[in-house]
Nanobody, 124 residues
């Protein structure tokens, strides 16, 4: 049974930083893509970043390029999202997700496994 557990959310002032973690278990993820999505109140869940576990190729939505960095630690089976220069519009629940393969990495419907989410609040 695949399990994804996020941690690291919280309240931060604009311009600050946070690092989210996603601990993955239940199978070998070498052929998987791990993604981070977020959902603000009243809005649809949107793609933030993804990483192909084996190659380490990374993908970002335009609004976070240069501010967020996704990475993985193979030994710990953990994916990270380092968020810097945070803005109030980054406020959302952030979800970790996993999918086999990498095509359509930005499409939330391609992801079979999801974590419970962690709240990130950026105050102005």
């Amino acid at each position: 049974q695949v399990q994804l557990v996020e941690s690291g959310g919280g309240l931060v002032q604009a311009g600050g930083s946070l690092r989210l973690s996603c601990a993955a278990s239940g199978r070998t993820f070498s052929s998987y893509t791990m993604g981070w999505f977020r959902q603000a109140p009243g809005k649809e869940r949107e793609f933030v970043a993804a990483i192909a576990w084996s190659s380490g190729n990374t993908y970002y939505t335009d609004s976070v390029k240069g501010r967020f960095t996704i990475s993985r630690d193979n030994a710990k089976n953990t994916v990270y999202l380092q968020m810097s220069s945070l803005k109030p519009e980054d406020t959302a629940v952030y979800y970790c997700a996993a999918r086999f393969g990498s095509a359509g990495y930005y499409n939330r419907y391609e992801y079979a496994y999801w974590g419970q989410g962690t709240q990130v609040t950026v105050s102005s």
